[in-house]
């Protein structure tokens, strides 16, 4: 045995009790919940709306308001927008037009966001962990300098009027929930088709508050010269279909992932698969289904040959119906899956690919 002192016990993590400072007065003024509402080429992408929904159940929990910011080139297309933003639940819509925010670029959309939550406090902001989504929200969060948990999984208001954000953590073995205790706006985004889509009250009407941008066209170091749309971008609609196919290391081989996209077309829907699909080059990374990869949420996923690991879990978690189908009775997938057929995939596959086209071109001819 060694003479060497020992140790004093580690300290136990301090509770979240413990850690709670007192909010800065100048911050205790800051209420209501806002979701940026990402606008670009005439229409709102869907995690926006998403968000709404879900900002507006913080916002009922807190007894605040529930407000939308829109940012671009044309009022009148913004009117417009906030039409759809008051139908999916906002009070009002913030809205900053100029041609300088025609096309996205980080400084003014910065600027925009930053004016208007110094001038009008929000004390939750939310944005879509897109894209531009997240460009914007890691420098509005810095030049705000305040926190920003990234692509939560849950969003909730604990007994002391905090957000509580969770996200998955160490690789998403585990889930982890952060408290922006003494700063505020408390910032999060989410990745699209994480939060469910609310129902639009049409005609709902809401306040309008219009600001300008303080900024010049000489300011901003960024030019946009041409917009160049990307080829790609109508390749995969997976995180919005209403029926996806995927396919995991259980089929063996590149070929057999024929058998997925035969399915998912005769369904009408479209296809994915695990990730180490992408990692062996079988397909391309937009096709990705998971934590590190797309979020679904189809009415029916139908997954064959993937175990159902906890990252692949909780990109599909979200499917109305999910079917599995794999050779081990004690898959995990089987832990989550509604329905379970314990069989070879490239059996399967060709099997249900044959019955529905017969039955559908019955239909069709019905019909
Ligand atoms: C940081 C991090 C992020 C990750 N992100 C993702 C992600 O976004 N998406 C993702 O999918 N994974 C992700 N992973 C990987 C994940 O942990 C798993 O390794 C992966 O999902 C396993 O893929 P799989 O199910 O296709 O393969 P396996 O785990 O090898 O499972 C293959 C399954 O097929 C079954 N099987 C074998 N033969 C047949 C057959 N003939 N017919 C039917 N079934 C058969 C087997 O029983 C087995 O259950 C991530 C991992 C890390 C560390």
């Given amino acids: 045995m060694s003479d060497a002192p020992q140790s004093t016990p580690a300290a136990r993590p301090a509770s979240r009790a413990s850690m709670k400072k007192e909010l800065p007065e100048h911050f205790k003024a800051y209420r209501h919940v806002w979701v940026f509402i990402e606008y670009e080429h005439g229409a709102i992408h869907p995690v926006s709306l998403e968000l709404l929904g879900e900002g507006r159940k913080l916002a009922d929990k807190l007894g605040a308001e529930l407000a939308g910011v829109l940012i671009g080139e044309s009022r009148p297309a913004l009117l417009e927008a906030a039409q759809e ?28 966001m930053t004016d208007l939550v110094n ?25 705000l300098q305040t926190g920003l948990t990234a692509d939560c999984t849950a969003l909730a208001i604990d007994d002391e009027r905090s957000l509580a954000a969770t996200r998955p953590t160490f690789g998403g073995s585990l889930m982890c929930t952060i408290h922006t205790l ?7 985004t989410v990745r699209p088709r994480v939060m469910p889509m609310p129902t639009p009250e049409r005609g709902r009407t809401g306040r309008l508050i219009e600001r300008a941008l303080d900024m010049r066209e000489e300011d901003v170091v960024t030019k946009v010269l041409r917009f160049l749309p990307d080829r790609d971008s109508a390749k995969s609609q997976l995180a919005f279909a209403d029926i996806v196919v995927a396919g995991g290391l259980g089929l063996r081989s590149a070929d057999n992932l024929q058998l997925v996209r035969g399915l998912a077309e005769v369904l009408g829907g479209e296809w994915g698969g695990s990730r180490p699909l992408v990692q062996k080059g079988w397909m391309s990374a ?17 997954a064959a040959g993937i175990s159902g690991a906890i990252q692949h879990r ?20 089987f832990d ?11 059996d399967i596959l060709p099997a249900l690919t044959e019955a529905f086209r017969r039955r559908l071109s019955v239909n069709r001819l019905c019909g």
């Fill in 85 to 112: 933003v008051w139908d999916h639940g906002a009070d009002l819509a913030y809205i900053v037009a100029d041609p300088i925010l025609a096309h996205y670029r980080n400084e003014p959309f910065t600027r925009a």
């Fill in 119 to 143: 001038t009008y406090q929000p004390e939750i902001f939310l944005l879509g962990a897109t894209v531009l989504g997240r460009d914007l929200a890691g420098s509005v969060a810095t030049t």
């Fill in 182 to 188: 003494n700063y505020r706006p408390q910032m999060a």
């Fill in 286 to 302: 937009d096709r990705q289904i998971g934590q590190t990869g797309k979020t679904i949420r189809p009415k029916i996923y139908i």
């Fill in 314 to 333: 909780v990109g599909v978690e979200g499917a109305d119906l999910i079917i599995a189908i794999n050779t081990d009775p004690h898959a995990p997938i």
């Fill in 336 to 346: 989550f899956a509604h329905i379970g057929i314990i069989a070879d995939a490239t």
